[in-house]
């Protein structure tokens, strides 16, 4: 496996698929964090659609993939849920990687952001 380093927008990294990791949101909220704000505009509102309707709350192990209209940098963005964010730590971070690993794995992706 090889891993690199990069310092860019997520929106700029190409991969064939981008990662992103989202805290749990509290039961009766449904805005876009504001950490995401920068990004969803690029996806077309896609992440804000998906928190609206509740499908993806941020809890551990949950995890959605989104699919950008072409011109976006990544073929596909995952929200990837990490649970409180009071609560993560070393420990979870792992997991998280695991997860994600899986994820891009079911889905044929070998370019990981």
Do not use: N, W
């Not at 190409?14 to 009766?28: C, F, H, N, S, V």
């Not at 804000?48 to 551990?60: E, H, I, M, Y």
Request: net charge neutral; aromatic share 2%; proline share 6%.
């Amino acid at each position: 496996m090889e891993v690199t380093v990069d310092s860019r927008s997520p929106a700029q990294a190409e991969a064939d698929l981008l990662a992103i990791p989202l805290a749990q949101l509290a039961k009766d909220e449904r805005a876009l964090p504001a950490r995401l704000a920068a990004l969803d505009p690029a996806l077309g509102g896609r992440i804000a659609a998906v928190l609206a309707a509740g499908d993806f709350r941020g809890k551990p192990g949950q995890a959605v993939c989104l699919y950008p209209d072409s011109g976006f940098a990544s073929r596909r963005v995952l929200l990837v849920g990490i649970g409180e964010e009071s609560a993560l730590d070393l420990e979870g971070l792992p997991r998280l990687a695991g997860s994600v690993v899986t994820q891009a794995a079911s889905r044929h992706a070998k370019r990981v952001a």
